[in-house]
């Protein structure tokens, strides 16, 4: 399948069977491309990402050259359950990297979304640039491109996952799913074994939590953000709205007003749920979320949470209101 365009006749991925005769037959692909050489991948731990990552371990084991990045950006437990999965239950070829402090330390007194942005994107090239020279003997590039980014951009998606690698490592792609739409690659996850977790994981920005840490991004910030953020996705899977809302996230800003805990008055910022719901990301519909659940988010999160003392809930649909707030 080495054309951009799917065939007519490719049946809808949708049950085991289906996905294991497309993981036989792509397995046998990548090992007549890739023969006895290395792939590099970058592996966000994102559903297509990660596909692709198990799909060419079953492939070429070893071969693979999986580099992770934590730009301490990324939500709770995240990174670790890439280093559970990969590293031990897969015994993935695994690189990690801790850049939290690099990351952080570059986007102090930052407060400009769009400056935040090309920071996080322009030093992840970085450093995903620094490890891959430091390999030896890597010829091909793995990514997980999939169809709607071919229809999307045209065919020209080479910026999409790593933009930067240098001009002289002239690597061939091996893009195993790139025919698939987002179902089928969730479909084909749950067949090579992958946690329901990770292959249903929702959507998440590049950037992270960079663009929901609004303004300067402040670590105490950062971590009452991450925290909070973990609350609402436990709460959401507790009561089964984490399978039916397509997004869902908390967005804390850069002031505080005050309360009162033990008795004393207490600043803290405020924690702001963003719940919502989208075929196709271009317009979205608000979740209506039970008030019984939403009590108890709002007690957990200010009574778990150190620095956050309200809880808001964002009733935009969007247009109007972007999915995310920066």
């Known amino acids: 399948m080495s054309s951009n365009v799917r065939p007519e006749t490719m049946a809808r991925i949708t049950t085991p069977e289906l996905a294991n005769a497309f993981i036989e037959e792509q397995v046998a692909e990548v090992r007549a491309q890739v023969g006895d050489k290395k792939v590099l991948l970058a592996l966000s731990g994102g559903v297509d990402s990660s596909v692709v990552a198990a799909l060419l371990i079953k492939a070429i084991g070893k071969q693979l050259v999986c580099v992770h990045v934590n730009h301490g950006l990324m939500r709770k437990g995240e990174s670790e359950q890439v280093i559970e999965v990969f590293g031990k239950e897969l015994d993935a070829n695994l690189i990690y990297i801790d850049a939290t402090d690099r990351f952080l330390d570059l986007l102090a007194g930052v407060e400009e979304p769009e400056k935040k942005r090309k920071i996080i994107g322009g030093e992840f090239i970085k450093v995903f640039d620094e490890e891959a020279a430091k390999l030896e003997g890597i ?9 709607p980014d071919i229809l999307e951009s045209d065919g020209v998606k080479a910026h999409h996952n790593v933009g930067g690698l240098p001009e002289d490592m002239a690597m061939e792609l091996v893009e195993p799913v790139k025919l698939l739409y987002k179902d089928e690659v969730r479909v084909v996850g749950e067949a ?68 009162v805990r033990d008795n004393k008055r207490y600043e803290g910022w405020p924690a702001i749920i963003r719940a919502v719901n989208t075929k196709d990301a271009m317009t979205a519909t608000i979740e209506e979320i039970p008030y019984s659940v939403l009590h108890k988010i709002t007690d957990r999160i200010t009574h778990e949470v150190e620095g956050i003392n309200r809880v808001l809930l964002d009733l935009t649909p969007k247009p109007i209101g972007t999915i995310e707030w920066e």
Request: aromatic content about 12%; charged content about 20%.
């Open 139 to 147: 010829s091909f590039l793995a990514q997980g491109t999939i169809y």
């Open 192 to 259: 090579l074994g992958l946690p329901h977790a990770m292959v249903y994981r929702q959507p998440f920005p590049g950037p992270g939590l960079g663009v929901r840490c609004l303004g300067a991004i402040t670590r105490d910030r950062l971590h009452a953000l991450r925290e909070a953020d973990a609350i609402l996705r436990e709460e959401f899977d507790n009561c089964g709205l984490a399978e039916k809302v397509w997004q869902y996230f908390i967005a804390v800003p850069d002031f505080k007003s005050v309360g």
